[in-house]
């Protein structure tokens, strides 16, 4: 008697206890609706709405930003210089235009002008006379040994191109990491909101059972001890019950990182969504990629990065070459004759070339050697890399599958554990068995019942492993 007095405050404590508590939200969150919420649904919020895939994003845009600034080396350049004699004896004065187009083949450029003179020059600018309505010029300057199939213009435009590359790679492997880390969250909410269940309806059982011995005690037919012992369980079962509801709330806290409105606002889930079963961590389903090592992000990294080392030193060994450029131009003055005379009038064809040779290079060399050095580096690293892909993969596929066999035994133990415990209760209710006895079975269901759910999350935890190690971007909600 004096026992069940010492429970009375424990009990009149029982509603605030097990009733669910309302999970939090963000000030200003929209209200969700309670349909289930599903592993697309946060995979979907997440691919749109994460911080870091934004970030990553907006870094791909800047590689884009420096791509356009080397694609600039190949603009049309226009120019115009003028000059006018303002004192002293001549009084010449010349206007001239220019635009310069470079050749995006060759390291040359084409070129064409225009200028007009009026006045005198003295002999040593004789070249300033154009007849009246000026000089028309075009030519061309085309690269024959150096420069001729790579230069450092064009090596720049690669190089920026494969900038792009990697930031949409690494973009690609924020956005796998992230999605990875959305399913683990997702799947770690749902399992605690599993537990939180199992527990409740243990709890549950107690409390209806509470009743029926209370009135058997009224009338005599079970001793009053039976009934401070149901009290005992409940409160130990209340404790699993609070506990298993802070860590949903936990849950919900690290699940609303990557679940977000539309504004990209982090939402709480509480309860209201949880998905009715165990069905919610099948996880995502990885598909069978024969070659999923050239899918994978940080290995394309690699390539790329080789790539541009090989483009380095592709221009280093441009440097050693000597420079043979065939230049040609064209020209003719339109208009009357001027005060240069008639020698300006007849069409001009003027061809040339310039020729360099390279004694002592060694910047070009040492420019060579560095680029095959890292170029070997870099080789090295993506082999290691594919190995350590094929072991990873390999790993977690032994891991899939030793965890999708413990999963069946738990599944066949949580049924066995079920059938002994509602058994015992029907031996219970017809006096057959004793109190002890019945919540032992209901403990066992329970806690059986609980590691299924674990075991269920761990498949679903490989699962999402593997996507991620394959880089199955359709599993992972990244294929828009």
């Known amino acids: 008697m004096i026992r069940s007095l010492l429970l009375l ?9 097990s009733a669910p508590k309302a999970s939090p939200r963000e000030a200003g969150a929209p209200t969700l609706a309670s349909a289930p919420l599903t592993l697309d649904e946060v995979l979907r919020a997440s691919a749109r709405a994460a911080p870091q895939i934004i970030e990553a994003l907006a870094r791909e845009r800047a590689a884009e930003g420096r791509a356009l600034t ?11 210089d003028g000059r006018s004699r303002a004192l002293g004896y001549y009084d010449g004065s010349i206007v001239s235009a220019r635009a310069t187009r470079p050749l995006e083949g060759n390291g040359g450029y084409l070129y064409g002008g225009y200028r007009v003179s009026r006045g005198d020059f003295p002999i040593y600018e004789d070249e300033y006379y154009t007849n009246r309505l000026g000089e028309l010029k075009v030519g061309a300057l085309y690269s024959l040994l150096r420069d001729r199939l790579v230069d450092e213009r064009r090596t720049r435009r690669t190089l920026a191109a494969g ?52 009135r058997q005690v009224q009338l005599g037919a079970r001793p009053e001890i039976l009934l ?18 802070g860590d949903f709330q936990a849950a919900a806290n690290a699940l609303s990182l990557y679940y977000r409105d539309e504004a990209g606002n982090r939402v709480l889930v509480g309860t209201e969504r949880l998905p009715a079963d165990a069905s919610a961590l099948a996880g995502v389903a990885a598909a069978a990629q024969a070659q999923f090592a050239q899918t994978r992000p940080d290995l394309q990294v690699l390539l790329a990065r080789i790539d541009q080392s090989a483009a380095r030193l592709a221009l280093a060994q441009n440097d050693l070459r000597p420079r043979l450029d065939l230049r040609g131009e064209v020209g003719k003055d339109v208009g009357d004759e001027g005060l240069g005379g008639r020698s300006r009038t007849p069409l001009e064809g003027i061809v040339g070339f310039r020729f360099s040779l390279p004694l002592q290079n060694r910047a070009a060399k040492g420019r060579i050697a560095e680029a095959r050095a890292e170029i070997d580096a870099l080789e090295a690293r993506s082999r290691f890399l594919r190995d350590q892909i094929a072991t990873e993969v390999e ?86």
Do not use: C, H, K, M
């Open 395 to 480: 790993g977690i596929n032994i891991g899939v599958g030793a965890a999708e066999r413990l999963a069946g035994i738990a599944e066949q133990e949580r049924q066995l554990a079920e059938r002994l415990a509602a058994a015992e209760r029907r031996r219970f209710e017809l006096g057959s068995s004793d109190f002890f006895l019945v919540n032992q079975r209901e403990e066992t269901a329970t806690d059986a019942r609980v590691r299924l759910v674990d075991a269920q999350a761990r498949i679903a935890a490989a699962r999402a492993e593997l996507a991620a190690a394959t880089a199955d971007r359709t599993a992972l909600g990244l294929t828009q």
């Open 228 to 245: 401070a012992e149901n009290d005992q369980n409940l409160v130990r079962r209340r404790a699993l019950v609070v506990r298993a509801e």
């Open 163 to 214: 900038d792009i590359d990697i930031a949409r790679f690494e973009r690609e492997a924020v956005a796998i990491g992230v999605q990875r880390r959305a399913v683990d969250a997702y799947q770690n909410w749902v399992a605690n909101g599993l537990r939180l269940r199992a527990y409740r309806d243990l709890l549950d059982l107690s409390e209806n059972r509470r009743g029926a011995l209370a």
């Open 70 to 80: 080397a694609a600039g080396a190949f603009d049309t350049v226009f120019e115009v």
């Open 9 to 17: 405050p424990l009990l009149a404590a029982a509603p605030v206890l």
